[in-house]
């Protein structure tokens, strides 16, 4: 546990740990954990106690608020939490930030850039924290890397095999929100659009809007594809907030309880 504190503190994810003043901490279900593939050696599944969830979605899905939500409401329940995400790794994620800045990354450099920093984080902080019981949720995990890849024509075997040492999660959900709905969400909270979340380096369009409309079609075909894989559920990310909330929470119950 000192190395995961050591490493928590030097890292960005978010660990918090709440006890609850309103109710007894009801504990989740234990249930088996397996990974994808070949995973990490070495890793005692059976120690692995805490629940992996996952949020997935485009830009502007509300992935964020949502995580943001859950973590208040599981606190509120006495669960110790770990918040995750793509390029939270004190490995490689202040190069990759760097490198992404000149607009220049190859599309292989960059997927290696983003499995290495997976890895990192995987390994040191999901299942130290899943060992130590915590809910560990990952807004975004190996799905986006994934569709991402796939949109820019690396293979999809070779995909599989890379992300083969990922855990399988507890429990996915995609946001899936429409194309205008996110055009709208990234220009009210950026006023402008993403040059790599647009695809401008694919060359789809010299059109900024154009491009983020052309490459999020692409990407919602991709996860389509990867959600009859993997089987995450899919949620209407355009509702209310509470709405969506309320879903995330009642199928997070069942997963908790074991029912799901």
């Known amino acids: 546990m000192n190395d995961l504190n050591k490493r928590i503190k030097a890292e960005k994810p978010i660990v918090r740990i709440k006890p609850s003043t309103h109710c007894r901490v009801k504990q989740p279900v234990r249930t088996p954990k397996r990974f994808y593939g070949h995973g990490i050696a070495g890793v005692d599944l059976e120690s692995l106690t805490g629940k992996l969830i996952v949020v997935e979605g485009a830009d502007g899905s509300g992935r964020s608020t949502q995580i943001s939500r ?39 450099t960059m997927s290696l850039f983003y499995a290495t920093d997976f890895a990192d984080q995987l390994e040191n902080s999901i299942i130290p924290s899943l060992k130590a019981g915590f809910m560990v949720l990952a807004d975004r995990y190996i799905y986006t890397l994934m569709a991402r890849d796939m949109v820019r024509g ?71 594809k990867l959600q009859k894989i993997y089987n995450f559920i899919v949620v209407d ?11 995330l929470r009642h199928r997070i119950e069942l997963v908790l309880s074991g029912k799901c």
Do not use: C
């Open 70 to 108: 859950l973590v208040e409401w599981l606190e509120g329940s006495g669960h110790a939490t770990l918040q995750v995400g793509l390029r939270h790794s004190t490995l490689v994620s202040e190069e990759l930030a760097r490198a992404k800045q000149g607009n220049t990354l190859g599309r292989l």
């Open 237 to 247: 990310g355009d509702r209310q907030i509470d709405e969506i909330n309320s879903e």
């Open 154 to 224: 690396i293979d999809e075997n070779w995909l599989r095999n890379l992300y083969g040492i990922a855990l399988v999660p507890d429990v996915v959900f995609y946001l899936n929100v429409s194309t205008r709905q996110l055009v709208e969400r990234n220009f009210a909270k950026h006023q402008t659009l993403d040059y790599w979340e647009s695809g401008m380096d694919l060359g789809l369009s010299r059109d900024w809007f154009d491009s983020f409309t052309k490459y999020q079609t692409l990407l919602a075909e991709q996860f389509s």
